[in-house]
Nanobody, 117 residues
Framework: QVHLVESGGGLVQPGGSLRLSCAASGSIFSLDLMGWYRQAPGRQRAMVATTTIPAYTNYADSVKGRFTISRNNTENMVYLQMSSLAPEDTAVYYC???????????WGQGTQVTVSS
């Protein structure tokens, strides 16, 4: 099976930057969709960014131009570089993987990102 572990969350001031990392273990293929979702208190979990091959990335409108997703297939790592952070970015961020062939979804445990001065 696939196991996802996030890291890099924490407290950051508005306007600051933070990089989240997700380590994937198990049977991972380049075409498996990987990405990040987030869930703020009282809100539904929402897609932040996803990627398969480097040419394909998808971002939520709220993070376009501020967040960058990247992926290292050799190390089975996916990253989310976040800049110009604002309080509304405060949420638990979850790493996500969808198997290309079976459409089975996997989720990490989540990492808290808090943007506050």
């Amino acid at each position: 099976q696939v196991h996802l572990v996030e890291s890099g969350g924490g407290l950051v001031q508005p306007g600051g930057s933070l990089r989240l990392s997700c380590a994937a273990s198990g049977s991972i293929f380049s075409l498996d969709l990987m990405g990040w979702y987030r869930q703020a208190p009282g809100r539904q979990r929402a897609m932040v960014a996803t990627t398969t091959i480097p040419a394909y990335t998808n971002y939520a409108d709220s993070v376009k131009g501020r967040f960058t997703i990247s992926r290292n297939n050799t190390e089975n790592m996916v990253y989310l570089q976040m800049s110009s952070l604002a309080p509304e970015d405060t949420a638990v961020y979850y790493c996500y993987l969808r198997k290309a062939l079976t459409a089975v979804d996997y989720w990490g445990q989540g990492t808290q990102v808090t943007v506050s001065s």
